[in-house]
């Protein structure tokens, strides 16, 4: 990954370990921290970390994620934001350990809904994809960068022109995660 290609990135809730090795940008998550607005918990969950750039109109953005050892809901993978009460996320979870998923969640008007798609066996490398166009934006996931499956089509009604697109990661337990965001375009 080139550094170059970073500088117009910024961090929402930038977690305290952040450092680039060999592979890429690696990121060690802060513990009980994610992304969640309300609906069937209750609570809302602001503080997960967000590596971003702003996007203006259409565009498509792809990333690759790396970790070694996943614990029970820790997550990392692709967001979309507009704001606090309006964004989505598609990353990997294993919110029991036993059955890795690709996770999706869409949040409007401070409510989240939750997909999940669970995977045949867990792997270390992801690849997400985005495709904006209009109101609608296209998820996409891969476990080898090659072969995409779309993982959801959704309409974000309070997304303008311009929104934060970029890489997620986040624990909701009481650990932390390190991954490595080896690409991001």
């Known amino acids: 990954m080139l550094l170059d290609s970073l500088k117009h990135y910024s961090w929402y809730n930038e977690p305290s370990n952040v450092r680039f090795v ?3 940008m690696l990121v060690e ?4 921290t994610d992304f969640w607005q309300a609906a069937h ?3 809302r969950k602001d503080d997960g970390h967000f590596f971003y750039t702003e996007k203006l109109g259409n565009f498509e953005m792809l990333l690759n994620w790396h970790f070694s050892a ?6 990392c993978g692709l967001m979309v934001r507009a704001d606090s009460r309006n964004w989505a996320k598609i990353g990997f979870l294993s919110p029991d350990m036993t059955v890795p998923q690709i996770g999706c969640v869409v949040t409007a008007d401070g409510f989240s809904d939750w997909s999940s798609h ?3 066996e867990a792997g270390c490398d992801y690849w997400f994809r985005v495709i904006r166009r ?6 996409f996931y891969s476990a080898d960068g090659v072969k995409y499956h779309q993982c959801r089509l959704f309409h974000l009604e309070k997304a303008a022109s311009d929104v934060k697109a970029g890489a997620y990661c986040c624990s909701p ?3 932390r995660f390190e991954c490595i965001l080896q690409n991001i375009e």
């Open 118 to 120: 669970g995977l045949p």
């Open 173 to 175: 337990q009481n650990h």
């Open 134 to 139: 209009g109101g609608d934006f296209l998820f």
């Open 70 to 75: 996943a614990v029970s809901s820790d997550q």
């Open 22 to 24: 060999e592979e890429g």
């Open 29 to 32: 998550t802060m513990p009980q």
């Open 41 to 43: 918990r209750g609570f």
